[in-house]
């Protein structure tokens, strides 16, 4: 949430991205008066801006009312080089996991404290997901957050393990047991979950290098892992690999 901006010092630019800025993953869709207030606006300076924006398809108004983030700023956010050259090499090996699973296949980067969706491709053997591309969710809940959250600084793990949020009944809370977790992520090369994030789906996900650094994870949803846990997990190591290697 921005600050006050609607002082006489403040430029064009500054309120324009404090409007941006109102949104966030847990305010995606906002009526102007919300906008106006979360940005520190008056309501006319907010209803000037977000018209601009409407216009130029940075923000799109729904029948309801309330305005979301629009095509424009997905499509300029994803030639940030890092997320634009993943999606990129990344693709044709996503196909052919999605071709041999007909599952949900992810492609995610960390983002701050949360895990930030860059690819999804869902099929006919797929199993209820709540992720889009473009959106956040919890790093400890998901398959792709674990494997992100277990290679991250140590400033995030501790700030994501002291803020553990229940989303189902089978959601980790107990900073020590996940943190155990993740140090098997670390041993094993992938990390798993069990509705967790949503009721009757379960993920794998293994990390993504460049050199020796992990820059993304990649994973699977599906209905269960007891069967084929080992089989996804060669499959999506070895699309990490290959990824890993153009993207060195």
């Not at 600084?153 to 994501?160: A, G, Q």
């Not at 393990?161 to 670390?186: F, W």
Request: glycine letters at 8%; a positive charge; charged letters at 25%.
């Amino acid at each position: 949430m921005a600050g006050n901006t609607s002082t006489p010092g403040a430029t064009v630019t500054s309120r324009v991205l404090a409007v941006l800025g109102a949104f966030d993953a847990d305010h995606r869709r906002l009526p102007l008066t919300t906008i106006a207030e979360r940005a520190g606006l008056p309501l006319p300076t907010a209803h000037r801006i977000v018209g601009e924006l409407v216009r130029g398809t940075a923000l799109v108004r729904r029948p309801d009312g309330r305005y979301v983030i629009g095509r424009l700023i997905w499509d300029v956010g994803l030639l940030a080089p890092v997320e634009s050259d993943l999606r990129q090499v990344a693709e044709p090996f996503l196909h052919d996991i999605y071709a041999a699973t007909l599952a949900t296949v992810h492609l995610a980067v960390r983002d701050g404290d949360e895990v930030l969706y860059l690819e999804r491709m869902r099929g006919r053997a797929s199993v209820p997901v709540v992720s889009s591309i473009g959106s956040t969710l919890p790093m400890h809940a998901t398959g792709v957050g674990k494997v992100l959250l277990a290679h991250a600084p140590e400033d995030v793990r501790l700030r994501v393990l002291g803020s553990l949020r229940r989303i189902t009944r089978y959601t980790i809370t107990q900073p020590g047991r996940l943190d155990e977790q993740l140090a098997q992520v670390r041993r094993d090369g992938y990390a798993t979950t069990s509705e967790e994030m949503t009721l009757g789906a379960c993920s794998v996900a293994v990390p993504v290098r460049r050199d020796d650094e992990v820059v993304a994870a990649i994973g699977i949803v599906a209905a269960s892992l007891k069967r084929d846990r080992s089989r996804l997990v060669t499959a999506l190591q070895v699309a990490a690999r290959g990824i890993g290697r153009q993207l060195h």
